[in-house]
């Protein structure tokens, strides 16, 4: 019997021991556990991005630091491959960084109940909130009504074109889908099969059709009650919309891209050398693209596409991402005060430029437009977005098990009808099918 | 002696394998248990009090969901085709080096090297490369003007590439037939050349027979093996073109850690282990049948 104990005391101890150091650093704590907390704290900041992104950032970091000793600020940063993954199970786990980047649809996906970020009406008298408009930050709210993060800038998809390779076609860019579909068989004819004036991903097909359905009905897809608008037959009609364009050599198949090396547009070399002349993107994304386009191409900002429907144009804008603060943050003051000077101090501000879009932030857009700072593409391609009278994008439309390239419904859905393996009425079944499930959630 | 003293005498033995005993204790037994308490529940990492919500549907959902059904096909596809497209092959290279030719210690170590670079990453990297559509394998076919098919992106050749990125990785199984080769008695092989048996009759009413017990071993661990592929098919093809490489492995990978379904990943993960448990098992039985051991002869 003594020797049972002894034994369990050991191996007891010895599991304290090794567990210890498993353990977080960071967990259990809340914003009122220190009354002085930010004045000398250590905070961990995360993001995601690329590597213009990340240089400005860690610029921002370091000119933060040096304004405020007191505070020592960690940095995480890396591409986005993973990277959801792992912060969504740090969010978890409570073991995130104090102050980290998110998606707008992490809000509904890791924050369930105000779980994994605290409500940043807390710190309004650190973070500047009257820079917003209400119905922004109306948007960043958790399901208890907190304010989970602070939108860094709004953004929306709109079209833009290698104008090279449309001089190349004798045509000009598109502005109505009457336009986009003639330049499809002009591509054909004049260029070549491997030319194709767009080329859209699974999820990029996913959204044309959102927009042709909110233009053809008038309503968000999926309204701020969570309802879809949409029945069965008119996203059949939807999904033909998107076949059509495929038939018309506007777009390559699903897998002609993968055949290209499954990779993301602005890597594959047929979108490099001007072969696919077009893009649907978010309204931020041209430097991406502008970088990687081999040399002697020009790359212009289109306008949304007139005559996807009859009630709109069919757009829709979001949140693009958003800095929040994690509920296991020991220092959340300190990662506020650090939140408030990337958002809205001009400093701040101008360092971080327009390397998450243009800012939400009243301060930070005058900031930067007094500067020059927001590129003439950029801006257009914003115009473009805020002035086509955009509908409601519910985060639900980004659910995993719609989005996701690897399991999500757009992906098989768009994949198979590319294919042939599904018919239209199949796949606009499997559509309806997937958005009731996500919504009955 | 001390009391003390005296108990560390009698437990020395223990108190030696004690750290290991607290490794498997917490990162094997616990885990394992934790499943499958979870296989029987509605678990989402990011549904509170989700993973008290029992039901039998994530065991229903394998065989009737038609995506997990679909990487259950997909997987035993892959592993019949895989496992004995790679015993064959690494048994003909084995027995070719097991001639005294010119060279032969070269060509064991060329031969072997792909299966020290293992499931690596940068393997399934270069895999893809060869094999997309700009890729070497499609210049090598259009140097002779055949249009080759689009290997990655159709389904009907997807699983095959994955399968024979671990076929060329023999290496491992060559070298233990090679060492069972060299154990065949020579004279065995004299005494049928005596009695007018050809090469190929020596082969297989000698060679064979003699390696069948490795034969056996190679067999239980490339199944295994196979049952558990996740890299080639995760890196290659991402589990597509339309989910004909997706195997249980990545589909419980996709659910554990794309949706955050862990009850489902953790019944799929226990399905795939009963699958792997009756499959050895029934390989085990059958050896009575086809697999000779010298000692039990004697």
């Known amino acids: 019997m003594k020797k049972k104990l002894v034994a369990a005391i050991m191996a007891a101890t010895m599991a304290v021991t090794c567990l210890a150091g498993c353990g977080s650093s960071s967990s259990g704590s809340s914003s009122s556990d220190s009354k002085s907390e930010s004045d000398n704290a250590s905070i961990r900041f995360d993001w995601w991005g690329g590597d213009t992104r990340h240089e400005a950032t860690q610029k921002a970091v370091t000119d933060f630091q040096k304004a405020n000793p007191n505070i020592k600020v960690e940095v995480n940063f890396g591409a986005w491959d993973g990277w959801e993954a792992a912060r969504a199970l740090e969010y978890q786990s409570q073991t995130g960084s104090d102050l980290t980047q998110i998606n707008f649809s992490w809000i509904t996906d890791y924050d369930k109940g105000g779980s994994a970020f605290v409500d940043l009406n807390d710190y309004k008298d650190i973070i500047d909130l009257s820079q917003y408009d209400q119905s922004v930050l109306d948007m960043c709210k958790d399901s208890n009504g907190g304010l989970a993060g602070i939108p860094v800038s709004i953004t929306g998809r709109t079209f833009f074109w290698n104008k090279t390779t449309f001089d190349k076609a004798g045509i000009d860019i598109p502005k109505s889908l009457d336009d986009l579909i003639a330049a499809g068989n002009t591509f054909k004819e004049k260029l070549g099969d491997d030319y194709y004036p767009l080329s859209l991903s699974t999820y990029d097909r996913a959204l044309l059709m959102s927009f042709y359905l909110q233009a053809n009905t008038g309503e968000p897809i999926i309204d701020e009650s969570g309802k879809l608008t949409v029945t069965k037959d008119q996203l059949v009609d939807g999904v033909k919309f998107i076949q059509n364009l495929e038939d018309n050599h506007v777009m390559p198949s699903i897998a002609t891209l993968q055949e290209d090396g499954d990779v993301a547009l602005n890597e594959n070399p047929k979108f490099i050398d001007g072969h696919y002349a077009g893009v649907f993107e978010w309204d931020t994304a041209s430097p991406k693209y502008v970088s990687n386009l081999a040399e002697g191409q020009e790359f212009v900002v289109g306008t949304e596409l007139t005559g996807l429907g009859d009630k709109c144009l069919g757009v829709s804008d979001k949140v693009s991402m958003l800095f929040a603060i994690t509920k296991s943050s020991k220092s959340p003051k300190a990662a506020a005060k650090l939140l408030n000077y990337l958002v809205n101090d001009p400093e701040g501000v101008t360092t971080l430029g327009t390397e998450r879009g243009i800012p939400a932030s009243k301060a930070a857009y005058d900031t930067l437009s007094k500067a020059g700072a927001i590129s003439d593409d950029m801006s257009t391609a914003h115009a473009e977005v805020v002035d086509s009278d955009p509908l409601y994008f519910s985060p639900k439309f980004d659910d995993a098990s719609l989005k996701d390239s690897a399991t999500g419904a757009y992906q098989d859905v768009f994949e198979k009808l590319s294919s042939g393996s599904y018919s239209v009425d199949e796949a606009g079944q499997k559509l309806f099918d997937a958005y009731n499930t996500v919504l009955a959630e | ?298």
Request: glycine fraction near 6%; aromatic fraction near 20%.
């Open chain 2, 1 to 298: 002696m001390t009391k003390g003293k005296s108990f560390l005498k009698a437990n020395k033995g223990f108190l030696f394998i004690l750290p290991w005993l607290i490794g498997f204790l917490v990162f094997k037994m616990y885990p394992f248990a934790s499943s499958l308490f979870y296989s029987f529940t509605e678990y989402n990492l990011f549904e509170p009090g989700s993973e008290f919500h029992f039901t039998l549907q994530n065991y229903k959902d394998v065989f009737i969901n038609e995506n997990e059904r679909n990487a259950l096909i997909v997987t035993f596809k892959y592993a019949f085709m895989t496992v004995p497209l790679k015993l064959v092959f690494a048994l003909f290279i084995a027995y070719i080096l097991n001639f005294k030719i010119k060279g032969v210690n070269f060509f064991r170590t060329a031969y072997y090297i792909p299966s020290i670079l293992g499931g690596s990453v940068a393997i399934a990297v270069l895999w893809k490369a060869l094999f997309k559509g700009d890729g070497l394998i499609h210049s090598f076919f259009g140097v002779f003007g055949i249009d080759a098919p689009n290997f990655l992106s159709d389904k009907h050749w997807a699983l095959f590439i994955i399968c024979l990125l671990r076929v060329w990785q023999f290496g491992s199984a060559m070298v233990i037939f090679l060492a069972a080769l060299k154990g065949v008695p020579q004279d065995l092989y004299e005494a049928a050349s005596l009695d007018g048996a050809t090469k190929t009759q020596q082969f297989f009413h000698v060679t064979v027979p003699l390696i069948t017990p490795v034969i056996f071993y190679n067999l239980v661990t490339q199944l295994v093996q196979a049952f558990q592929e996740f890299n080639g098919p995760y890196i290659i093809t991402q589990g597509g073109p339309e989910g004909s490489t997706t195997l249980m492995s990545l589909l419980i990978y996709n659910n554990a850690f794309h949706t955050w379904e862990m009850g489902k990943a953790s019944a799929q993960a226990w399905v795939l282990f009963i699958i792997l448990m009756a499959l050895t098992l029934v390989a085990f039985w059958s050896q009575k049948h086809w697999v000779y051991y010298a000692d039990e002869e004697s």
